[in-house]
């Protein structure tokens, strides 16, 4: 992307805040994005295909998707990642050449900058510099995947809801409203917790009606943050 182009200072400012990029120098950012291109995805196409994960890395600028893996004889889902502004897919890319099972699909319209793998290797390499938020943010990703398997494996579905909600409430909010799962169906959570629609709505209306929370799909909030945290205890 050339710096002329409309879309360059936006793009520099989601980089500039995003875990992924925050703190590197300005002149770093530009000249990283120097080697990308501007594209955009409408809701509900896939984003990102395994096919293009294995040859692109992505990096995304507005929008939101969920990352997915899928049983392709029952159709079942699970979903490992949320990506939002700021968030890449897929770092594994950047360090094998493994393929890959995993698709992106847009939960919104998105804008996405994307360049060459190789590119991406390439100056990661000669900007070691990068690496001090490069592992951490990996890491992050690779901490939430163990914990998707602990709890698949030891808790019920009550528990797992409570902790992804707990995992999501937005700071210094009253009452505690809840981020990024927000905007969510409930088919959607219910994939991200190995569970089925269901399952969830009941959960949902047992907890509105103990006044644990409160709203619906867009306006979720908590009403009783102890109660709900006494759901991850069980």
Known sequence: MRKDNSHFEHCITVLSRSPLF???????LEDMLELFQYETRLKGEAAISPQQASDRFYIIINGQAKVSIYNPDNGREHILFLLESGD???????LDDEWQEA???AL????????T????????????????NFLPYLGKQM???ANQAAELSLYDTEVRLSRLILRNLVEDKTPNEIRIINDLSQETIASMIGSVRVVIARHLQNWKHKKIISGKRGHW??????ALLNKTKK
Request: glycine fraction near 2%; proline fraction near 2%.
């Open 143 to 145: 901490y939430g995947l």
């Open 22 to 28: 925050e703190k590197l120098d300005i002149d770093l």
């Open 103 to 105: 698709v992106a699909t």
């Open 221 to 226: 909030s908590i009403l009783d943050l102890q």
């Open 117 to 132: 793998v190789q590119q991406a290797r390439t100056w990661i390499e000669q900007h070691p510099e990068f690496n001090r």
């Open 88 to 94: 890449s897919f897929d770092l594994i890319s950047l």
């Open 108 to 115: 919104s319209n998105m804008e996405v900058l994307s360049t």
